[in-house]
């Protein structure tokens, strides 16, 4: 049980345009799912706090116009970065919260983005 | 201060010792903590979490957390290289957040 997928695991993207990553909770319904960022060597930044139909919370320091994020149901959230440039290459990584009432993540593959 | 600290090794242990990993932590109202397994390249992996003073054990984990010293830990017996890692602790912030440490990495030697 509680298992996390993400696509795509991996993807290479231009100067400029825009990559849409999806998180699915598989078999639990998550109500709350997490977007991270890790750089190599470094630990997990929290990006955005994603509920299921309400705009995400957004962290200090990340811009909320360049990471949409979407959580339009209870298995599915969804963050695009917009106009990506070469600094936004990373390992991007969601979690969901079960609606269980205890505070455990459970982790997606992650998705490596690289932008040329 | 950070929120939540770890030591970053790396920590070394012959294989069949026990690796023991530390954490401390800043917030005194949280009460939920964790333990993750990341592997080079991977995402984290949920091993333990506990929420009561004392030890919790699974199979060749025992975590163990005392609340009026902010601490957490994690010992790992019978250490195999398989579990050769960066072990990430995190601590519940409210609303269901967690903040992470920095990790500490393991290397288990056969």
């Known amino acids: 049980g509680a298992v996390v997928s993400q696509h795509p695991s991996r993807v290479i993207c231009k100067s400029g345009t825009s990559v849409k990553i999806e998180c699915r909770s598989l078999d639990f319904q998550a109500t709350t799912m997490f977007w991270y960022r890790q750089f190599p060597k470094q630990s997990l930044m929290l990006m955005a706090t994603?509920?299921?139909?309400?705009?995400?919370?957004?962290e200090q320091g990340v811009e909320k116009d360049k990471f949409l994020i979407n959580h339009a149901s209870l298995t599915l959230s969804t963050l695009t970065v917009t106009s990506a440039h070469p600094e936004d290459s990373s390992f991007y990584i969601c979690?969901?919260?079960?609606?269980?009432?205890?505070?455990?993540?459970?982790f997606g593959p992650g998705t490596r983005l690289t932008v040329t | 201060q950070k929120e939540v600290e770890q030591n970053s090794g790396p920590l070394s242990v012959p294989e069949g010792a026990i690796a023991s990993l530390n954490c401390t932590y800043s917030?005194?109202?949280?009460?939920?903590f964790f333990w993750y397994r990341q592997y080079s390249g991977k995402s984290p992996e949920l091993i333990m979490s506990?929420?009561?003073?004392g030890d919790k054990e699974d199979g060749r984990f025992t975590a163990q957390l005392n609340k009026a010293s902010q601490y957490v830990s994690l010992l790992i017996r019978d250490s195999q290289p398989s579990d050769s890692a960066t072990y990430l602790c995190a601590v519940n912030i409210g609303a269901g957040k967690s903040t992470f440490g920095d990790g500490t990495t393991l290397t288990v030697k056969p």
């Open positions: 917030d005194r109202v949280s009460q939920s």
């Open positions: 994603s509920n299921e139909g309400s705009k995400a919370t957004y």
């Open positions: 506990i929420y009561s003073n």
């Open positions: 979690s969901a919260r079960d609606g269980r009432g205890n505070d455990e993540q459970y």
